[in-house]
């Protein structure tokens, strides 16, 4: 069995493999993390002076040079359908065993997220790369499981392996629910954070926001002006189970743009096991991790204050955080055994 196996991502995020690292760690096998696009990484970081990121960055072009001198490498390569780079990285991973992660749902080639210089002839490489070249495809969700084996022309063994949360962080405390409405995530417009302040500044009930991004100062604003609306800075996992803990619900207003919804919700099944109740816009992720609703509350962009303003909320504390024990690193960890088949 091999001592090592690599993440090959755009921009990769560790979290996302918080469950695969705990399998591999109980055959002492190590998960390394590299980062295809390099050379416009090295540009960069050189043109800010950033001498670290910019080591980090050759780093990762020195690996991609290595396969293409090496073979039988195990690797799972996240990147964005109909990429037209693909072309080039199957040419250094031709020697090598591919894994495809996704969490895409939409696989019926009109709706992508990379559409520069895509044409009939790179979906034609997409094609045949996923037919004839992965051993295996791993799906965030059921949905992108479905849509991704309904667009391929042969069999293929295809996993659903959700995002996990660690449970030694993320349990109930239970702590006095404090904080009525949390927020925790990604500063920008398409996670409706403007919505959010607009909402929270005719009402009387709290609401935290903590992260960063380019609304940031906008959010600073606002929590100086209202009493009821707090805003912190990006916290540690400990702190942000503290957080969970005492927020009644918790807010994912993601908002669709024509590139991007939300797919899955890391901080739904975060804040679902430390008890807080959900709340999310109706996309794929959310739809999935609350199952239409059951476990929390769905609802279409644009209907957060009527709801808010009409409905008083009851569910059990229980119920929630039964649905998120489903998605423990613990649990995940078992959806990855087919990267231990030889």
């Not at 990121?53 to 799972?76: G, M, P, V």
């Not at 037209?84 to 090598?96: G, T």
């Not at 979906?123 to 969700?141: G, H, R, Y």
């Not at 417009?189 to 926001?209: H, N, P, Q, R, V």
Request: net charge positive.
């Amino acid at each position: 069995m091999q001592n090592r196996i690599y993440i090959l991502h755009e921009y990769g995020e560790k979290s996302h493999y918080e469950a695969l690292q705990k399998l591999l760690e109980e055959y002492n096998i190590k998960l390394e993390f590299f980062e295809f696009a390099c050379i416009k990484g090295i540009i960069k970081e050189l043109l800010h002076r950033n001498w670290r990121k910019a080591k980090k960055e050759l780093y990762n072009c020195q690996f991609l040079l290595n396969l293409f001198f090496t073979e039988r490498k195990k690797i799972i390569l996240g990147i964005a359908p109909f990429d037209y780079r693909l072309i080039i990285l199957q040419k250094l991973l031709a020697k090598h065993k591919v894994y495809y992660h996704t969490s895409w749902p939409y696989w019926d080639e009109t709706f992508y997220p990379k559409k520069r210089f895509v044409n009939a002839y790179v979906k034609k490489q997409w094609k045949d790369f996923l037919n004839d070249k992965v051993e295996a495809i791993f799906c965030v969700t059921q949905n992108t499981k479905n849509n991704i084996a309904h667009y391929l022309e042969k069999d293929k063994e295809i996993f659903v392996v959700y995002h996990a949360y660690d449970e030694k962080i993320f349990f109930d405390q239970n702590l006095k629910k404090e904080i009525d409405f949390l927020y925790v995530g990604r500063l920008v417009k398409e996670k409706g954070i403007e919505e959010l302040l607009d909402i929270f500044a005719k009402k009387e009930e709290t609401l935290l926001i903590v992260g960063e991004g380019v609304l940031e100062e906008k959010v600073r604003r606002y929590a100086k002006k209202y009493d009821n609306i707090s805003y912190l800075p990006k916290q540690t996992k400990k702190e942000l189970a503290k957080f969970y803990n005492k927020s009644r619900f918790f807010l994912l207003n993601s908002q669709k743009t024509v590139f991007w919804e939300e797919l899955f919700g890391m901080v739904l099944i975060e804040s679902m096991a430390c008890g807080s109740i959900p709340m999310a816009t109706n996309h794929t992720g959310p739809q999935e991790i609350l199952a239409n609703g059951v476990y929390g509350i769905l609802y279409n962009e644009g209907e957060l204050e009527t709801l808010l303003g009409s409905v008083e909320i009851q569910k059990k504390k229980f119920f929630i955080m039964k649905r998120a024990k489903e998605f423990t690193s613990e649990n995940i960890k078992k959806r990855w055994r087919r990267i231990l088949d030889e």
